[in-house]
Nanobody, 116 residues
Framework: EVQLQASGGGLVQPGGSLRLSCAAS????????LGWFRQAPGKEREFVAA????????NYADSVTGRFTIVRDDDKNTVYLQMNSLKPEDTAVYYC?????????WGKGTLVTVSS
């Protein structure tokens, strides 16, 4: 069974950091582009970050550039999102994605709450 299991979310104060993990099972991520998306309450899902299958190209939403870093570890079949200098507007459910041509896999999401 193909699965993407996101973890690492929680409650953090503004200015704090979290590292999200997304472990894949049932397939190998090495040929896939990987990404993170988020959905805040009452809003549509939006792009956060992506990394190419080689790991050489990374793209970020303007709102997180300079604060978030996406990293892949193909040996562990896992993609990470390091989030620093968190802001209340980063509060959302974060989802990981694996894409290869017409195939898209989604994880169930992990909740990040930034609040004092």
């Amino acid at each position: 069974e193909v699965q993407l299991q996101a973890s690492g979310g929680g409650l953090v104060q503004p200015g704090g950091s979290l590292r999200l993990s997304c472990a894949a099972s049932g397939f190998y991520i090495n040929n896939y582009s990987l990404g993170w998306f988020r959905q805040a309450p009452g809003k549509e899902r939006e792009f956060v970050a992506a990394i190419s299958k080689s790991g050489n190209t990374r793209n970020y939403a303007d709102s997180v550039t300079g604060r978030f870093t996406i990293v892949r570890d193909d040996d562990k079949n896992t993609v990470y999102l390091q989030m620093n200098s968190l802001k209340p507007e980063d509060t959302a459910v974060y989802y990981c994605n694996a894409a290869l041509r017409g195939t898209n896999y989604w994880g169930k999401g992990t909740l990040v709450t930034v609040s004092s």
